[in-house]
Structures are given as structure tokens and as C-alpha cells.
């Protein structure tokens, strides 16, 4: 059984997230957890609330206990990129992207 929960409109660039993300699939939920709290990375903190949001769902939702679940699969899409202009030299302007991201943690039990 697949469970998910999914974290949206992070404002952080996606390849930043990505490797963290990369990181926790496949481990046992509760090495994911210590990973993604000692880790002092800014996505270690938005990838750990995603995963504890997971693991709520889980619980409460199915009634499945945390030592058997494993994260199955961990996605960092990119989200909607916000455009803005910073003033440059002799009136010209060069564009920043603030880009955002999607976070999805998928669930399984073991069996």
C-alpha cells in the first residue's frame, strides 16, 4: 500500500532540494527522519515536514505502524517560476528568477 503526502510552492530552486531527496529513497522511515533533522541544508527542513506529514498519513489514515513503512520515492518537481527585473547600468535591467518547487514523499510497507 502506497501512501503520500505532498509539500507545494516551496520557495527554493529544485536541483537544491533534489539530492537530499535522492538521498532518503529506498531507507527505512526512521533513518530517513534522522537524515533529514541532522542535516543543515534549508530542503532537509521542508523534506523532513513533507516526510512527517507522510508518516501522520500513514498512521492515522491506514493504521500502519512507522517501523514497517520505507520511502518508496522521493520527487522534487519544479513549480511556477515568479520573474523579476533588477536595475542595472545605464537604464538597462537583467532578470532574476525566483523559483519554487513540489515536494511528494511516497510511503510502502514492507509487506
Do not use: C, W
Given at each position: 500500500?502506497?501512501?503520500?503526502a505532498?509539500?507545494k510552492?516551496?520557495?527554493m530552486s529544485?536541483?537544491k532540494?533534489?539530492?537530499?531527496?535522492?538521498e532518503?529513497?529506498?531507507l527505512?522511515?526512521v533513518?530517513a527522519l534522522?537524515?533529514?533533522?541532522?542535516n543543515?541544508?534549508?530542503?532537509?527542513?521542508q523534506?523532513g515536514?513533507?516526510?512527517k506529514?507522510?508518516i501522520?498519513?500513514?498512521?492515522?489514515?491506514e493504521g500502519?505502524?512507522?517501523?514497517q513503512?520505507?520511502v518508496?520515492?522521493?520527487?522534487?518537481?519544479?513549480?511556477?517560476?515568479?520573474?523579476?527585473?533588477?536595475?542595472?547600468?545605464?537604464?538597462s535591467?537583467s532578470p532574476i528568477q525566483k523559483k519554487t518547487?513540489h515536494i511528494?514523499?511516497?510511503l510502502s510497507?514492507?509487506?
Open positions: 500500500m502506497d501512501i503520500s505532498t509539500t510552492y516551496i520557495r529544485p536541483t532540494a533534489r539530492d537530499l531527496a535522492n532518503i529513497k529506498g527505512p522511515v533513518d534522522q537524515i533529514t533533522e541532522f543543515a541544508r534549508k530542503a532537509a527542513l523534506i515536514k513533507t516526510l506529514s507522510a501522520a498519513n500513514a498512521e492515522h489514515n500502519l505502524s512507522v517501523e513503512l520505507v518508496k520515492n522521493a520527487i522534487v518537481d519544479g513549480g511556477p517560476t515568479m520573474k523579476r527585473f533588477r536595475p542595472r547600468a545605464r537604464g535591467a518547487s511528494t514523499i511516497v510497507d514492507q509487506a
